[in-house]
């Protein structure tokens, strides 16, 4: 911790770490458990110093499998849960993600998007994991997913996601992408409440014998019930605790003049950086254009992008992906025009290329 006039020196993936400490305090345990992948791997390197001088615990893995299913286990003991991954690993751990929702365990799953699909590209940035970490689990489940373009805000949103999977006892994804992981920034580290566990939950190890299951179960013992009836009472009860407080969860940032904007670039992560420099130096040429910054992805912001479509104008959406948040958009947006600019990975866009989709989006409308 640090008093509110220091600065440190740290990276995005550096930055999750000690979001996680902030989340624990002194009193609650973490528990990472995870296995090393380009870009992620620096998450791990200090986890494994940091979080066994706090009286955690670490482990290596043998494989993404076995690490999102040990972070299930250890978030039913009380421990803030945590695995980190990009997107091969991400993928191995979607099945995992869905028995921790349907085992209703708070767990922290970071990934640092890479360049995709399959091995892709390593060391370079990729945005391709979006609907991934929307739809990759089979059946239905309750989501939440976080994303910053900081790496203070990594810190804070790593902080956000272990309160918020305490909160609904449910995986809540931070997806980060290769630059915010890597990138180095001056940061605050703030004094922030320790995050405790629901008083009214059974922690296994704490005089409870719990029993927990992957199938279809009661909601009061949670033992098998292999039915229609509840599959339908358990499914409903896992997404309405989601979607009751969606409003209190959306996050999101406004810049420029949203109401008047002809142009509107709804965007997230890092390549949001770009855009706002574009938006400003748009501004300066006195051209109507704003931007909205996702910050969870899921809940999606439904309610203010359907505000925003009182009027035709064009909505672009600039993501490091062939289109993926563009679907998400396109479906509130009934009398505008939803448009992408999209780069397949590895770099994002610079502020010339988004200032120059902006002119031309708006001579086309002239």
């Known amino acids: 911790m640090s008093d509110d006039n220091q600065r440190t020196l740290l990276t995005g993936n550096d930055a999750v770490v000690e979001g996680l400490c902030c989340a624990a305090g002194n009193k609650r345990r973490i528990v990472y458990a995870g296995y090393p992948i380009t870009p992620a791997s620096e998450i791990a390197t200090r986890a494994s110093v940091i979080i066994p001088r706090r009286g955690g615990a670490f482990i290596q893995m043998e494989d993404e499998i076995g690490s999102i299913q040990a972070a299930a286990g250890a978030g039913l003991t009380g421990a803030i849960a945590v695995t980190a991954t990009s997107g091969p690993g991400f993928s191995l751990m979607s099945e995992g993600l869905g028995f921790a929702a349907m085992i209703e365990s ?15 590209m390593p060391t370079w940035m990729g945005q391709g994991d979006m609907m991934q970490a929307r739809w990759g689990t089979h059946g239905d489940r309750p989501v939440i997913v976080l994303v910053p373009n900081s790496v203070q805000e990594t810190l804070l949103l790593t902080y956000e996601a272990c309160k918020l999977s305490q909160k609904y006892l449910i995986p809540v994804a931070l997806m980060l992408d290769e630059i915010i992981g890597h990138m180095e920034e001056p940061i605050t580290i703030p004094e922030l409440p320790p995050i405790p566990s629901a008083p009214d939950v059974e922690i296994i190890g704490k005089g409870h014998r719990l029993h927990r299951t992957g199938l279809t179960h009661d909601l009061e013992m949670h033992l098998p019930r292999i039915n229609p009836d509840a599959q339908e009472k358990l499914v409903r009860y896992l997404l309405d605790k989601i979607k009751k407080d969606a409003k209190k969860i959306v996050r999101y940032e406004s810049f420029g003049a949203v109401e008047d904007a002809e142009v509107i670039i709804i965007c997230y992560g890092s390549e949001s950086r770009s855009v706002r420099a574009a938006v400003k ?16 992805a899921w809940p999606f912001p439904k309610d203010f992008i359907r505000k925003l479509d009182k009027k035709k104008r064009v909505y672009l959406v600039a993501e490091i992906n062939a289109g993926q948040m563009r679907i998400e958009v396109e479906r509130y947006i009934k009398n505008g025009t939803v448009q992408g600019l999209n780069l397949m990975g590895g770099r994002i866009h610079t502020p010339g290329e988004i200032l120059e989709a902006i002119e031309e989006r708006m001579s086309d409308d002239n």
Request: charged residues 25%; aromatic residues 0%; glycine residues 10%.
């Open 106 to 120: 708070p767990v922290v799953c970071i990934n640092v998007q890479r360049g995709g699909p399959s091995t892709g």
């Open 281 to 296: 130096q748009a501004r300066k040429k006195k051209l109507k254009v704003a931007m909205v910054r996702l910050i969870t």
